[in-house]
């Protein structure tokens, strides 16, 4: 939930109520994300249905893109034609292409699968803005933060620090990620954790 644009702060944890109690280091980082939505380029995208995320973002509506190929009514209708790779599609990308073929609004539309043609060549640098996760989704942030309130015992009226995530390597050196743990980024944005699922970092909620 967190790319490029962070406010942050460190604070003595003594100043703050509601903290994990397993949580004894003296300080306490605090992160605000300023950005309402992340710069995504989805290299995976490019095999059909292999990104779901991706091809719901791009296929929504207001998407903004950037180095995606325009499509023309014949190219779409083309692909919609083949079936057996547009089957290959989820859900909202073969929507998408559907309905342009059935009754187009714009003159072009694109394809999660086919970035922009540069002399003849797709680039490598597909982009689209995604509407940060946890905007997109508040109640799965709610329950978080429910559940962390439940376990830590701290009442609604307390002001509440939401868990984060810090990675500890081995040797004791510290270092704080961007992303959420793998298994929880996982259900939310397969193109972002392409490194996490072989990384040796050690990760918990504080």
Not at 24 to 41: A, D, H, M, T, Y
Not at 60 to 66: D, I, V
Not at 67 to 91: C, K
Request: charged share 25%.
């Amino acid at each position: 939930m967190e790319d490029d644009i962070t406010a942050s702060t460190v604070v003595p944890r003594e100043w703050l109520t509601g903290l994990d109690p397993k949580y004894s280091f003296p300080s306490v980082k605090l992160l605000k994300n300023c950005e309402g939505r992340l710069f995504q380029r989805p290299d995976d995208a490019i095999h059909r249905g292999f990104d779901d995320q991706a091809e719901a973002d791009i296929a929504s509506q207001g998407a903004f893109l950037s180095n995606f190929e325009p499509l023309t009514l014949d190219q779409a209708r083309s692909l919609v034609d083949h079936v057996v790779a547009f089957d290959e599609y989820t859900p909202p990308m073969q929507r998408l292409l559907s309905e342009h073929v059935r009754a187009p609004r714009t003159e072009f539309v694109v394809s999660s699968a086919h970035p922009r043609l540069v002399d003849g060549v797709p680039t490598k640098n597909p982009r689209y803005l995604q509407l940060r996760p946890d905007l997109a989704d508040p109640r799965a942030a709610h329950l978080v933060e429910v559940c962390a309130r439940l376990d830590r015992e701290t009442p609604v009226d307390q002001p509440f620090i939401s868990p984060s995530i810090r990675c500890w390597r081995e040797g004791g050196a510290t270092r704080p990620i961007r992303r959420l743990a793998c298994r929880r980024w996982r259900f939310s944005t397969r193109s972002t954790i392409r490194n996490c699922p072989n990384c040796s970092w050690i990760s918990f909620a504080v």
